[in-house]
């Protein structure tokens, strides 16, 4: 069942998705060669906690840490570590806040120095199909008008979309109905409502679309070894149209009252 949200608790999803936009923004600007995916862990967890919410994702289904960190030819769910980032690495980073009761969820992907242009490409197709996306989070679509608005884009680019792993509706738990295929038909599928909040998360394969688990039991990674490209924002839907919960502009910070 697709909960919709109301007026107040629409105002509890603004405060938890700009929260996690601002740690988000924050993180992509300590992303450089020769840091550690660990180090970013910290980072956010300290961000988020000091802002009195939680790491939605630390203990999640035993998921240990507070971001999902997936270098190169992962995908999502990959475990941060001691793995140092190196120039012409993409790294993406996946972030989830629980403030007062309501959670936000957004994801990004981030070139490590200098990267190579078909890399480069990949990342910013993929932010493009996040951005067709949303475009279609209005009231009297369908869901396929989603997740068909994500695959024209990746496969006119040669690229593959993920079928394995959607996204989601979100609330007070960060998976809620419905699903949210990054493939589909127009048309197809529940029609969308006003009060309904979604996130919505393109995972873009440069290969093929099939992927396997590590033995970690989390990291997914492409089954051809090629790279991946993820973005994701908490999108919620109005009759004005798509209102993106985890936009924050580049020069936004956390208020000196919450930090
Ligand atoms: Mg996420
Ligand atoms: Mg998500």
Not at 7 to 14: G, H, I, T
Not at 25 to 54: C, Y
Not at 127 to 150: F, K, P, S, T, Y
Request: charged share 20%; hydrophobic share 35%.
């Amino acid at each position: 069942m697709i909960i919709g949200k109301s007026k107040r608790e629409l105002e509890k999803m603004r405060a938890s998705g700009r929260l996690v936009g601002l740690v988000l923004s924050h993180l992509r600007t300590l992303v450089q060669p020769g840091v550690t995916t660990m180090e970013i862990d910290r980072i956010a967890e300290k961000m988020i906690r000091d802002a009195g919410a939680l790491p939605t994702f630390k203990g999640y289904n035993g998921f240990p840490y507070s971001i999902c960190a997936s270098v190169n030819e992962q995908i999502v769910h990959g475990f941060p570590s001691n793995y140092t980032l190196k120039e012409g690495d993409i790294f993406s980073i996946d972030c989830g806040v629980t403030l007062e009761g309501f959670v936000g969820d957004t994801a990004t992907t981030v070139p490590v120095g200098k990267v190579d242009e078909d890399k480069l490409k990949l990342v910013r197709v993929t932010e493009e199909c996040l951005e067709r996306a949303i475009q279609q989070c209005r009231v009297g679509n369908h869901l396929g008008d989603i997740g068909w608005a994500v695959q024209q884009h990746a496969e006119a680019n040669g690229y593959s979309v993920v079928r394995d792993y959607v996204g989601h509706g979100i609330g007070r738990r960060m998976h809620e109905d419905p699903q949210i295929p990054n493939y589909g038909k127009p048309g197809l599928g529940p029609k969308i409502k006003a009060g309904y909040v979604f996130a919505v998360e393109p995972m873009v394969n440069q290969g093929t679309h099939f992927t396997k688990v590590l033995a970690d039991g989390w990291t997914v990674v492409t089954l051809d070894g090629k790279p991946s490209a993820h973005a994701e924002h908490t999108i919620a839907i109005t009759e004005d149209g798509p209102e993106v919960l985890t936009l924050v502009s580049s020069t936004a910070q956390l208020e000196p009252a919450v930090i």
